[in-house]
Structure formats: C-alpha cells, structure tokens
C-alpha cells in the first residue's frame, strides 16, 4: 500500500480493543527464573505472595503457560475512555530528519495521568476491588505510577496510599496535587510512619530518599494493615502484562496498511512499557513467524541492561521483597543526583532481562543531554512534549532514522511515546539554561554496588 494511503493518526474502532493480554511467557522455550523468597532461597508459592499482592494477580505473576489472558469487561470499558491510543506517523519528523525512513510512534500520553500507567493501574485497582479489599498501597518516584493508580482507585471507590519519593514530592508539588485531587493519601518517603522508614532515617537522615526504599516502606504499610495490598506499576511481570495492550493495538493498526516494523524501539525503566509494546512481535519472533530488530534504550546514568550483571537482586532497599534474576546494578546503586531523566530504577524486569539474555532484543545507553535534544527536535515537529522517559526511545528512533539517511534504506521504526513532559519543567528548564550535565558511573561504582548482591545458589 502506498505511503499516502496512510492517515497521521491510526485509530481503532471501539470493536478492534483488545479483548485479551497477551502472555509472552507461554511462548518463551527459557523462562523467566522464578521469584525467591528471600528467607528461605526457594521460589515464592502463590500462598507468600498472596499476602503482599492481590489474589488474582499472583496468578497472573506465576503464569507462564496460558498465551492470552481475558481482560475483564469492567477494564475494557475503562480502557475505552482513553483507548485505543493513537499510532501516529511522524511525517513531520521523518520530513524534518530528510530520512526515508518510515516512523511510527505509539502515544500514551492521552490521560490525566499523562503516561502509560493507566493500563495497568485499573487493572490492579480492579482486582483489588473484587478480592474486597479496603485500599492499596504502592511507591511513586516521578509520580506517574502515583497518578495512574490515585485515578484507578478513586474509580473503584478504595483507598489508595502513596509513599512518594521525598525529593520528588518537594520538586513537584503538582503531581502531589493530582494525586490528592483524585483522593490520594501521599507521604514524603522515607517517613517517620514505618520502621523501615524510620530505620533508613535514623541512618540517612538527610536523605532525599529514593525507589527502592519507598517500595520498602509500601509493602509494609501494606502488610501491616488488615485489608490492604501492594502494587507496583512497573518490573513485575503481571505489568507488563496488561501493558500488552499497547503492542496489540500497534499490530491490529499496522497490519490494517500492510506495515511490519522493522525496528521496534522503547524507553526501558523497569521494562513495563518496552515489554507490552513489544509483546505480540517478540511472540512472532520467538515463534518463528517474523523477525524484528528489538531495542531498549535506558540512560546511560542508570545502564542495568547495558552495564549490569544478569543475577538475583534485591527489588528494595529495605530487602523485604522477594529476589528477583534480572540485569542490575545492585539494589544500593542511586543515580548521580544530576540524573533528572526518570528512568532510574536499579534493575529491569525478569521477562526482558531474559530475553535480553537469550540476544533477542539489544539495549543502548544514551546520556540526559542528548535526549533532551532529541526530545525539543520532536516537540517542535511533531506538536507534542515528551517526558523525558519517553525522549530516550525518541533519541534512538532519531539515530536510527538519520543511518537510513546516510545508506537509503527505507526502514520502517515503531517506538513508544509513553508519555508528556509537562511535569518535568525542571528538567527542561536545565536543558534550555545549558545547565544539563550528563555522568556516566564509573565501572568502580557499579562494581561496589555490584559486591552487595545477596549470594544465591
Ligand atoms: C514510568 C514511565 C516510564 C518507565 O517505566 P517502564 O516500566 O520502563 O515503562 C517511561 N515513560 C513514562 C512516561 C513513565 O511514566
């Protein structure tokens, strides 16, 4: 089909959501090592998980065999609020580059919560609900994930607890404010209200606090409250699950024009949004059916996938949660305090770490200047501002588009634009100052980091 044929904006019919995730595991020969209970070194049974997590989503984090898991009807019809996001050509960036290259990028950012984390916060928040729960509790850093599950809680009428990373609660009162408006019940962490909180703050007590310990301080609000459960918005492999919804709707729309990525390229965190873009063509992939060329981007101050080791790791700081065999820099490793980014959680998720292991996908690092660049070239072509998550696969789709320039091949680029930027002015306020720097950890830092891994096996 020719290229005119093909509108700005791809969108689908109500008809054509999709009706299942998709469960990537099923068709994976290796799986994904499984979750250790940190006392006793053995996998983690449905019956200890269920005590951090809702019921039915342990089900869903221990299933490696059904391909396709229903979505409820109640989620779909939230999800038609807000989707199916629109897949949209970038014309005016592919105009702009002088690239043939064809590039196509898949928005997320079209909810109050501005990112991908909707699709999964209603899930949970759901699943809370029906298991009769009174509320969730959960960690935000940026404040994205605190968002997304503020709405999905306030949807389903349960009470929802923040604990927000300290620096980021003082640098974005705003986000704080949305979470509040939708009911939200947010703590500066670490926080005197937990005793591992009040445990790191004894120790640090000038600390700006960071991921790792608000996951601690949650999970224990969690398991100290009759009636309350812990959720997380990314890493997990229930999250990337019903991120899948992301990578569905791209195929449904680029198979209606006869379109095959040839470069599928996504920001990676913890790997949510990477994994449910790529879902349903790593599937064909690890079937035999397709090949794709598969990149993570992540940045280069925080490079679990590009520089870390492939082990069993601490998901906390408090060291409560159960291990997890992924790519990490150790769960003590903080990104330099310049890092202003996102994107800086230790480790990744066991499901693209594995795959990463097995050479079916590739990973990059870039550094905070060069996205942002890359994030005000897109901004001022294609009318949208990019968090600063999302720029990292913007950066990549750019170089990639820019080597077709230079050897005419007329390649097709799919990346995920997770979300907007307009709480990171901050960020882009440094970028426009020229007072962004960039740092790279040296293989000294990771290595001391690396030396606190817990000794498995
Ligand atoms: C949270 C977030 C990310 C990173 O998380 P993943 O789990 O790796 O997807 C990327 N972009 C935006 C806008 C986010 O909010």
Same mark, same amino acid.
């Given at each position: 089909m020719s290229n005119e044929k093909i509108p700005y904006k791809i969108y689908l019919e &109500?008809? =054509?959501?999709?009706k299942q995730w998709y469960n990537v595991r099923a068709d994976m020969k290796k799986k994904p090592a499984p979750l250790l $209970?940190? +006392?006793?070194?053995?996998p983690c049974t449905a019956e200890e998980l269920s005590h951090v997590f809702c019921n039915e989503l342990v089900q869903q984090e221990l299933n &490696?065999? =059904?391909?396709y898991i229903a979505i409820p009807q109640e989620i779909q019809d939230f999800y038609k609020m807000f989707r199916p996001s629109p897949l949209i050509r970038a014309y005016f960036l592919e105009k702009k580059l002088g690239t043939p290259a064809k590039i196509y990028y898949k928005f997320e !950012? $079209? $909810?109050?919560? /501005?990112?991908?984390?909707l699709n999964s916060a209603i899930a949970q928040a759901y699943y809370a609900k029906k298991q009769g729960l009174k509320g969730v509790t959960t960690e935000t850093g940026a404040g994205q994930w605190g968002t997304a599950l503020s709405m999905a809680c306030s949807y389903f009428d349960l009470d929802c607890q923040v604990y927000m990373v300290k620096v980021s609660y003082e640098q974005k009162p705003f986000r704080r404010e949305v979470m509040r408006t939708y009911g939200a019940n947010v703590t500066p962490s670490?926080?005197?209200?937990t005793e591992v909180g009040r445990k790191i703050l004894a120790e640090f007590p000038e600390t700006g606090g960071s991921l790792g310990c608000a996951i601690s301080e949650a999970v224990e609000a969690a398991t100290s409250q009759e009636g309350y459960r812990y959720v997380l918005g990314s890493v997990l492999s229930q999250v990337l699950l019903h991120q899948t919804v992301i990578g569905l709707e791209c195929k449904t729309a680029l198979d209606k024009y006869g379109e095959k990525p040839d470069i599928i390229i996504g920001c990676a965190g913890g790997g949510s949004n990477l994994g449910g873009l790529v879902a349903p063509f790593m599937g064909e992939k690890l079937r035999g059916e397709a090949d794709y060329q598969i990149i993570a981007v992540e940045p280069a101050s925080c490079p679990s996938l590009t520089r870390g080791t492939y082990a069993y790791d601490y998901c906390d700081t408090g060291k409560i949660c159960p291990l997890q065999k992924m790519y990490t820099l150790g769960s003590g490793f903080m990104p330099s305090? $310049?890092? +202003? /980014? /996102?994107?800086? %959680?230790h480790g990744m998720s066991a499901i693209l770490s594995e795959l990463y292991d097995q050479g079916l996908m590739e990973a990059r690092s870039v550094e905070q200047t060069s996205v942002f660049e890359a994030a005000q070239q897109f901004a001022r072509v294609e009318g949208i501002l990019p968090a600063p998550e999302s720029s990292h696969a913007i950066r990549v789709a750019i170089d990639e588009a820019l080597k077709c320039k230079e050897t005419g091949e007329e390649k097709t680029i799919l990346f995920g634009l997770? !979300?907007? !930027? %307009?709480? =990171?002015m901050y960020a882009y306020a440094a970028y426009n100052d020229g007072k962004m720097s960039d740092y790279i950890p040296t293989d000294e830092e990771i290595a001391k980091s690396i030396a606190n891994l817990p000794k498995i096996g």
């Open positions: &109500e008809k =054509d959501l999709p $209970n940190p +006392a006793t070194g053995k &490696e065999t =059904d391909p !950012g $079209n $909810n109050t919560s /501005g990112s991908h984390k670490p926080s005197m209200t305090p $310049n890092h +202003a /980014g /996102g994107l800086r %959680y997770t !979300g907007t !930027g %307009y709480f =990171d």
